[in-house]
């Protein structure tokens, strides 16, 4: 019995492709202010309503890392489920403030392909969308993927 899903090996990606995941995420207080005091990101603008109700979003924003972290989760089941490494994130770009409520949906393109050894390194452009359809973030990420009969298995 495979351990991974189909469709999710190195030679299943086509350079220029685009896939919207199927899932989303709401934001909730939790997540945007639990976290960032859980990491000491102590900003009053992840956490203190009172301090940013006269600011142009009117309440406290998510932070940066959260909002990625959560866009790459959502990307993880097509792009990473038979990754033999995680190679690198780069060119991130926060767009747009994401607030508690915001429902984040991901995308990825993938942008460049290299065969290797059990497979090859992919390098995909994840896309963060609200349920306004702002692109909220983006960046590039590199993992290395099992090609098919290369992935762990179980008997």
Known sequence: MSLTGPGTFFEDFVVGD??????????????GAGLAQL??????????????????????????????ATVIGLAMQDTGENAVAE???????????????DTLYAYSRVV????????????????????REEIVLTCQRRVHIHSKGTSVSET
């Not at 685009?18 to 997540?31: A, E, N, Y």
């Not at 990491?39 to 600011?55: I, L, R």
């Not at 460049?112 to 349920?131: D, I, L």
């Open 18 to 31: 685009l896939v919207r995941h199927s899932r989303g995420k709401t934001i909730s207080p939790f997540d």
């Open 39 to 68: 990491v000491v990101n102590t900003s009053d603008g992840h956490f203190n309503d009172h301090s940013t109700a006269d600011t142009e979003l009117g309440q406290s924003i998510v932070f940066g890392a959260l909002a990625l």
């Open 87 to 101: 190679l690198g994130l780069t060119k991130v770009r926060l767009l747009v403030p994401v607030a508690h409520g």
């Open 112 to 131: 460049e392909k290299a065969p290797g050894a059990e497979g090859g390194v992919v390098t995909f452009e994840h896309f963060g969308v609200n349920q």
